[in-house]
């Protein structure tokens, strides 16, 4: 298991959830204290909290495309080369860190170029969470 630091900001991870009640029981689990950790995301519960959830519910999955408008977008980096991202070979990463709150219209935006994509939502913890959370301290 790799291990790698967790510095205060903002940590935007990026995953699929096809399987079974789709993205609220996905992302329910996420927010379940004491669940066994299955998902790479479930290992930052302890470090971060969650903050708010960009989801959508396109039929074709966007993972990759959604990683590679996180890393193009300013003030966004490679939070831990590879996480996230096992099972995919042209990622950097499927988790991305920025030191203050991204801006989700710049997002949103980028995902409105892509032809076909489905509508994007938005919204704070507690209704869903998955995708940005924030870290107080490492």
Same mark, same amino acid.
């Given at each position: 298991?790799?291990?790698?630091?967790?510095?205060?900001?903002?940590?935007?991870? !990026?995953?699929? +959830?096809?399987?079974?009640?789709? #993205? @609220? *029981?996905?992302?329910?689990?996420?927010?379940?204290?004491? $669940?066994?950790?299955?998902?790479?995301?479930?290992?930052?519960?302890?470090?971060?909290?969650?903050?708010?959830?960009?989801?959508?519910?396109?039929?074709?999955?966007?993972?990759?495309?959604?990683?590679? !408008?996180?890393? +193009?977008?300013?003030?966004?980096? #490679? @939070? *831990?080369?590879?996480?996230?991202?096992?099972?995919?070979? $042209?990622?950097?990463?499927?988790?991305?860190?920025?030191?203050?709150?991204?801006?989700?219209?710049?997002?949103?935006?980028?995902?409105?170029?892509?032809?076909?994509?489905?509508?994007?939502?938005?919204?704070?913890?507690?209704?869903?969470?998955?995708?940005?959370?924030? *870290?107080?301290?490492?």
């Amino acid at each position: 298991m790799r291990t790698f630091d967790v510095p205060a900001g903002y940590h935007l991870y !990026v995953g699929s +959830a096809f399987g079974a009640g789709g #993205v @609220a *029981a996905r992302v329910g689990r996420h927010l379940t204290p004491g $669940t066994v950790k299955k998902w790479n995301v479930d290992y930052l519960k302890d470090r971060a909290a969650p903050v708010e959830v960009w989801w959508t519910h396109d039929a074709v999955r966007r993972e990759c495309a959604w990683s590679e !408008v996180l890393a +193009a977008l300013p003030g966004l980096t #490679v @939070a *831990a080369p590879g996480f996230g991202s096992n099972d995919c070979t $042209t990622c950097p990463a499927h988790l991305y860190f920025a030191e203050h709150p991204p801006v989700y219209d710049l997002f949103e935006e980028a995902l409105r170029r892509i032809d076909g994509h489905a509508p994007v939502f938005r919204a704070a913890v507690p209704f869903l969470t998955d995708v940005v959370m924030h *870290a107080e301290r490492a």
